[in-house]
């Protein structure tokens, strides 16, 4: 049996999620989390074949945590399961160690499909991101202005669209003022804009908030 942890900061998805799940008869879900902190802590003392993981959740976004478990659980493969559609997030995180990325809105027979898949060790991506990685291949991919960011960057960014001020950023991250100023610089300077407004703007046009 391939065991799943679901972690969602909504009961309502892990629900339903666990629900389409449970329908294989060759995979359940054996642990849920409602952040990234609460399933770090549960990898210390439990065994799991696949990590069903979300993007946006308030304590800590999917992009750190996907980082934490590759430094505590390296070969534990980690299938993204997000709202967002695949060009915005999906080769950050392909990049960043994760075995695949499904959206929210796809078919559950996919989501089957993909937890089998990773949890053979292999990755798994939609048709929509192959047809992505293809056209990044042969240059007819359109490529984004936030891609030029660091993850960190990318990471501020979206807290900066949120609303959030810089005060309020530092101390989500465990940073210094100083320091996410300095990445705020960085961001308005790589994406050739003037102010936070632009910022807000563009991650809502993007869809990445």
């Known amino acids: 049996m391939i ?8 009961a309502v998805v892990r629900k339903g999620l666990k629900q389409i799940i449970e329908d294989a008869q060759d995979i359940f879900v054996s642990d849920e989390a409602s952040s990234g902190n609460e399933l770090l ?3 210390s003392d439990n065994q799991y074949d696949v990590i069903m993981l979300d993007i946006s959740m308030p304590d800590k976004d999917g992009l750190d945590t ?8 390296p070969e534990l493969p980690v299938l993204i399961f997000t709202v967002y559609p695949e060009e915005q997030y999906a080769m950050r995180v392909l990049k960043s160690g994760a075995a695949g990325y499904i959206n929210k809105e796809c078919e559950p027979e996919e989501i089957i499909k993909a937890i089998r898949k990773v949890a053979e060790g292999r990755k798994y991506i939609s048709p929509e991101l192959a047809e992505i990685l293809a056209n990044s291949i042969d240059g007819k991919g359109h490529h984004a202005d936030h891609e030029n960011l660091s993850d960190r960057e990318f990471q501020v960014m979206l807290m900066i669209a949120s609303g959030k001020t810089v005060k309020e950023i530092a101390a989500e991250l465990s940073l210094s003022v100083n320091t996410i100023s300095t990445y705020r610089i960085r961001i308005l300077e790589k994406m050739k804009m003037k102010n936070n407004a632009e910022i ?6 993007n869809k990445l908030v």
């Open 3 to 10: 065991k799943v942890i679901i972690v969602d900061d909504h």
């Open 41 to 43: 802590e549960k990898l």
């Open 66 to 73: 996907l980082k934490d478990i590759r430094f505590q659980a």
């Open 200 to 205: 807000t703007r563009y991650a809502i046009n």
